[in-house]
């Protein structure tokens, strides 16, 4: 029972982490594709609300597929089957012919009963591991002694995170200086008036 249940924990981290890492390399996209459910009260909720789902579902895939925290993680994948639950039912109820956007721009379809019940699988998938006992985080840092597990910890937050956050820094400061320099660049030029 003990790698079935860890089989299954693998299998929904790589879920959400493709379905995170899928959705934001197009965030316009997938912000579209929530306004087109016609959830949210307010224009200005649904690129936050992007975000927040594509960062929620990239550290629930991380948190399952390393096996840390699994349990805060279950239930983080839990809340947010429940959303997907509604999200999908009620746009069934209504009949809203719409791109589902489960894994991203290109990567599926139109909502169907198909989506509703693989949304209700995720859900009951995070109710298992949830409910799981912790004798059975096989192959996670969950399973480690607790001196061990502060060690992680402190490697991830004090070293990794650190050089992880650089990084992507650097990353993000490179391509908007590109597109700083190409605005600029594009900006008709005044000469000096002496």
């Known amino acids: 029972m003990d790698i079935v249940l860890t089989i299954l924990r693998l299998i ?43 960062s929620t579902e990239f550290s629930i895939g991380m948190l399952l597929i390393v096996g840390w925290q699994i ?19 009620m746009a069934l109820r209504r009949k809203q012919n719409i791109e589902c956007g489960c894994f991203g721009k290109n990567q599926s379809g139109k909502i169907s009963l198909k989506t509703f019940v693989l949304d ?21 840092i969950d399973s480690l002694p607790p001196s061990t597990q502060i060690t992680v910890y402190r490697f991830v937050s004090q070293t990794l ?19 700083l320099f190409a605005i600029i660049s594009l900006l008709p030029f005044e000469e000096d008036k002496i």
């Not at 879920?15 to 997938?30: E, R, W």
């Not at 089957?81 to 999908?88: I, Q």
């Open 120 to 140: 209700i699988g995720l859900l009951v998938a995070s109710l298992i591991i949830l409910l799981s006992p912790e004798s059975t985080n096989i192959l996670s």
């Open 12 to 54: 929904l981290g790589c879920i959400f982490l493709v379905a995170g890492f899928n959705k934001s390399s197009h965030p316009y996209h997938f912000a579209n594709t929530i306004k087109a459910y016609q959830m949210l009260p307010f224009k200005w909720m649904i690129s936050p609300f992007a975000f927040l789902i594509i």
């Open 71 to 89: 349990r805060a993680a279950a239930l983080m994948s839990a809340f947010l089957s429940v959303s997907f639950v509604f999200s999908t039912g």
């Open 161 to 179: 995170l650190p050089w992880l956050l650089i990084i992507i820094g650097t990353l993000l400061m490179v391509k908007l200086s590109r597109k």
